[in-house]
């Protein structure tokens, strides 16, 4: 009878414990915010699929996308601590640099900017060169002291005379055969040809030369030195996450992105991760054996050398405290691949 009774005295405590055990929390997450620099798209689309397929959440983390736009201040949310990463660019960071705040690239998604120059299919523009045959070019400001600049540098026959501004229609664009305008490989082509019915020639300036990062998971050195083990974890999920967003089921990842963004379409989704893969822009370069997200010092110093020729950074700027390569090029995910 005693020991009856203490059998059940033992069962109903760990009863109890179990009960306590299944109201608690499971190991909570560490919160997480990445703010974007536009609208939801498939070119965010690791981040998403990261979230969507239990992979941040894996690496202990519950990630919140706060998705840029035209009104949203997503790089200054980082610099005041309101972010904890950022989809910076390496021009951002240098110029953070030259003004002493201290925000660290830290992956590179993106090998390859997916800038480009689009011109109509029948104005005799072969090659990229050709482009400095026509007399308008349709750019943004950013676009006219960067990477125009650089064609300048490089390529006889650019001149400022061509340039436009582009105020993101494509319809002075095709109302004009001899003018090319800029866009992302991955979106403005599909548009224009929706909507014009022809397909337009297509130039991606970094297969020109023009080597910046894109697509930069950025966030404050402060960040790094206090929590490199927080750090580590969001790249590594982060590149898991683009994997599996090229090369697994992206459903979900896709799902999220209308979410966030209604106006974008299947198509416009297909088309963007279709041209991501044909051209390189997240895998090329060192990411092809290193994995995506590689940051190396050559490539960063070869695209700050571009702006110190065209004079829009001082050679003196110190352009190593700009990224942080400690967190990549470990192959990470390269098993993903399929």
């Known amino acids: ?46 981040f998403y699929q990261a979230v969507a397929d239990g ?23 980082l610099v005041s601590g309101k972010l904890d990463f950022y989809m910076g660019s390496p021009q951002q960071e240098i110029d953070a640099v030259k003004q002493g705040i201290p925000i660290v690239d830290i992956a ?10 689009i011109a109509h299919p029948d104005a005799g523009v072969e090659k990229f060169e050709d482009l400095a045959k026509l007399p308008t070019l349709f750019l943004s ?9 650089w064609m300048k540098a490089n390529f006889p026959g650019f001149k400022d005379e061509q340039y436009k501004p582009y105020n993101f229609s494509p319809a002075p664009f095709m109302a004009d055969k001899q003018s090319a305008q800029q866009g992302y490989v991955t979106s403005e082509p599909y548009e224009i040809e929706k909507q014009a019915g022809w397909k337009p020639k ?24 206090k929590n490199p083990d927080l750090v580590q974890r969001f ?37 963007s991760i279709a041209q991501m893969k044909e051209h390189g822009i997240v895998e090329s370069g060192d990411a092809l054996d290193k994995g995506i997200g590689c940051i190396t010092d050559a ?20 352009y190593k405290k700009a990224f942080d390569t400690q967190f990549v090029c470990k192959g990470v995910g390269m098993s993903l691949k399929k």
Do not use: R
Not at 299 to 318: C, S, T
């Open 1 to 46: 009878m005693y020991n009856a009774l203490k059998t059940k005295a033992f069962l109903a405590a760990m009863g109890l414990a179990a009960a306590i055990a299944a109201a608690e929390p499971a190991n909570a997450l560490d919160n997480v915010t990445y703010g974007t620099n536009w609208l939801a798209q498939a070119e965010h689309g690791g």
């Open 55 to 77: 992979t941040y959440k894996k690496y202990g983390l519950d990630v919140t996308i706060v998705q840029g736009g035209p009104n949203a201040a997503n790089q200054a949310l």
């Open 108 to 117: 590179a998604i993106f090998q390859k900017d997916p800038q480009v120059l």
């Open 141 to 149: 400001k950013d676009g006219y002291v960067t990477y125009f600049e």
């Open 202 to 225: 297509v130039f991606l300036i970094a297969d020109a030369g023009y080597s910046p990062y894109s697509t930069m998971i950025t966030t404050q050195k402060a960040l790094v030195d």
């Open 235 to 271: 790249v590594n999920a982060s590149i898991e996450g683009w994997y599996n967003y090229l090369y697994g089921d992206n459903k979900a990842a896709n799902e999220l992105i209308k979410k966030d963004n209604p106006d974008i379409t299947d198509g416009q989704i297909a088309f």
């Open 299 to 318: 490539h960063y110093k070869k695209f700050f050398d571009e702006m110190v020729q065209i004079k829009l950074f001082d050679a003196d700027v110190d």
